[in-house]
């Protein structure tokens, strides 16, 4: 898998996805994260409800859906347009880093991106975020997310392959719009997925993605 | 999110010392006479104060300071760099008008305090430009520049009418009491204008969020008794003491009002996506 990267995506196949959290707990593992920090995230996505039929029986259009969520490493990050000391930065795999040294703690990243990723670190005073275990990858081996995925619904390759996907819909809620940020990542969308602007369903589980 | 006081109290300092800036800027081509009745120097230093204040919970809001020095160097895309460089500019120019004083010939250089006042108001687009996210829709409109604009109408104003009372009550060296009153007067309509701003705009908020709910609004209550209070002191502007009473308590309601409206602001965020 060692190669000289050009930029790396993940891949999710939401309909092989069962929730089961395994990413975040070997990315927290992995990046020995502090409490409160979630680099990864995995989103359950629910709504519907019971409906009464004419004949006096009930029918239900229960939906619920996972979405694993890291850093996309945009090609239009807002997270280093904002960044006033530049500190967020593409490096030259186009892996959005946090320069620790230049990072000022002003949390402004944090407040402008829209999936999140941006996390602060109260103990280092610094943001943090994916860095797509660049450690790994340079040593041929996967992101500790995609290797911990057990239905490997998780997934990672370089994106110039991976963008021509004719599967991948990543407009899907909870997640915002694409054309915000560009996010560089194939989402294979659940059968039951629900469109960017539903408004019927919600995160069930928002302590669980909501800023650190 | 997290704490916003340090954000509070450095976007109110900031915009109280560039409106006080504008009313004395106003003051100078509104009676163009020899500075009569206008303690320029009082005026400039609370300002000054304000700003350094504004500085010192910038700094409060920051994990790790010392890597503010990074903080100018992406002008080219962040407007958080940007609205850090022109705190910078805005403060210089203050802080020079007021070093250099002594050596220079005219007391009030309007060169200086108009780059300082056009300063304070690139300050204040760089500032709500800052909030106007486009992933932050209950931010992301014009309305947070004309908020910002009335809250430095509202502080500056009554800023400056204060320290113009306090500075004609306690001077000694005769300035001319009509026309200070006149500044004073002027400042207190420009506190009056900004809050009817702000007024407008908690009514609209209001209206807009029967339409579509909104996080979070304000009644616009502070505001309109500040401005009831600033009009009283108007119509009593003979009585030394009872309009410093009522100004004081204008004051208070006022900037009462606006950390209020302030503190509602923050609570708004509302990001879309996770």
């Given amino acids: 898998m060692t190669r000289e990267l050009n930029k790396w995506a993940f891949t999710l196949d939401a309909q092989q996805c ?45 939906f619920t859906y996972y979405v694993s969520v890291s850093c996309n490493h945009c090609m239009d990050p807002i997270c280093t347009q904002v960044c006033p000391t530049t500190a967020m930065h593409p490096d030259e795999n186009g ?39 660049e450690d790994y990858l340079s040593e041929g081996r996967s992101p500790a997310c995609v290797s911990a995925c057990p239905t490997r619904a998780l997934g990672f390759g370089p994106w110039d392959e991976l963008e021509k996907d004719a599967r991948s819909q990543p407009d899907i809620a909870p997640l915002p719009d694409i054309k915000i940020t560009t996010p560089c990542s194939v989402l294979v969308p659940h059968r039951m997925s629900r469109t960017q602007d539903d408004v019927t369903g919600t995160i069930a589980n928002p302590e669980e993605n909501k800023d650190a | 999110m997290h704490s916003h006081w340090s954000l509070v109290a450095f976007t109110l300092l900031f915009q109280a010392s560039v409106g006080s800036i504008w009313c004395l800027l106003a003051a100078h081509f ?15 230093t609370a300002a000054l104060a304000l700003s350094f204040a504004g500085m010192a919970a910038a700094l409060a809001h920051l994990s790790n300071p010392r890597a503010g020095l990074f903080a100018i ?32 010939p005219k007391e009030f250089d309007v060169f200086v305090l108009s780059g300082a006042s056009l300063a304070g108001a690139i300050l204040l687009y760089s500032m709500s430009r800052v909030y106007q996210l486009k992933t932050v829709p209950s931010w992301n409109h014009s309305g947070t520049l004309l908020s910002f604009v009335g809250s430095a109408l509202v502080l500056g104003g009554i800023q400056f009418a204060l320290v113009q009372t306090i500075c004609a009550m ?23 204008s900004g809050s009817l701003i702000k007024m407008t705009l908690g009514l609209y908020q209001r209206f807009k969020k029967k339409r579509r709910p909104a996080k979070s609004s ?37 900037v009462g009002g606006e950390i209020s409206h302030r503190i509602a602001f923050y609570h708004s965020y509302d990001r879309v996506g996770l």
Wanted: with cysteine; aromatic share 8%.
């Fill in chain 2, 170 to 192: 306690t001077s000694s060296t005769g300035h001319d009491a009509v026309t200070a009153d006149i500044y004073v007067q002027a400042a207190i309509i420009a506190a009056v």
């Fill in chain 1, 18 to 62: 069962t929730g089961c959290k395994t990413c975040m707990v070997a990315c927290k593992d992995k990046n020995n994260l502090a409490l409160g920090l979630r680099w990864r995230r995995v989103a359950e996505y629910c709504g519907g409800q019971w409906m009464p039929l004419p004949d006096g029986t009930f029918m239900q259009d229960v």
């Fill in chain 2, 30 to 44: 509104m009676i163009n006479t020899a500075n009569t009745g206008l303690p320029v120097i009082s005026h400039l």
């Fill in chain 2, 218 to 254: 304000h009644w616009p209550v502070f505001h309109g008794s500040g401005v009831i209070l600033c009009v009283i002191f108007l119509l009593l502007a003979k009585a030394a003491l009872v309009e410093l009473i009522a100004l004081s308590l204008a004051a208070i309601i006022l």
């Fill in chain 2, 73 to 104: 160097a992406n002008l080219r895309h962040s407007w958080l760099s940007r609205e850090i460089f022109f705190v910078h500019v805005h403060a210089g120019a203050l802080a020079l008008l007021i070093i250099t004083t002594p050596i220079r």
């Fill in chain 1, 95 to 133: 892996i959005v880093t946090v320069d620790q040294g230049k990072c000022m703690g002003c949390r402004y990243c944090e407040w402008a991106c829209p999936y999140g990723a941006p996390q602060f670190d109260a103990d280092a005073g610094r943001m943090t975020k994916c860095n797509f275990c």
